[in-house]
């Protein structure tokens, strides 16, 4: 079972920046994607960043040069840098994980669908004021 812990979110003007980190334990070695969604009141979730096992990493068009996702070495804390923040970025934050045993099939997973992570973290919220 794997479990995720978000932190890092809070309210800044918009142009500052926000770091949110993300702690994953309960998983062994193996294959995997993770990364952060965000809800904002009323949307739907969206994918904003992924990374994997195999080094790919993914943005939203809306965050490409201002986000930047990374995973400490040990493995097991995903960060997502986020600068000149928007109040458009206003949001709930989720980590997400989808981990799969060495050999198992990724077709058709989509890195920026939710359904297709199977943990998630409680959220952090993000305000960005203008």
């Known amino acids: 079972q794997v479990h995720l812990a978000e932190s890092g979110g809070g309210s800044v003007q918009a142009g500052e920046s926000l770091r949110l980190s993300c702690v994953a334990d309960?998983?062994?070695?193996?294959?995997?994607?993770m990364g952060w969604f965000r809800q904002a009141p009323g949307k739907e979730r969206e994918g904003v960043s992924t990374l994997d096992s195999e080094g790919s990493i993914k943005y939203a068009d809306s965050v490409k040069g201002r986000f930047t996702v990374s995973l400490d070495n040990a493995g097991n804390t995903l960060y997502l840098q986020m600068n000149s923040l928007k109040p458009e970025d206003s949001a709930m934050y989720f980590c997400?994980?989808?981990?799969?045993?060495?050999?198992?099939?990724?077709?058709?997973?989509?890195?920026?669908?939710?359904?297709?992570?199977?943990?998630w973290g409680q959220g952090t919220q993000v305000t960005v004021s203008s």
């Open positions: 309960g998983y062994t070695t193996s294959t995997y994607c």
């Open positions: 997400a994980a989808e981990v799969r045993p060495y050999g198992a099939t990724w077709f058709g997973f989509d890195p920026f669908r939710s359904a297709d992570f199977g943990y």
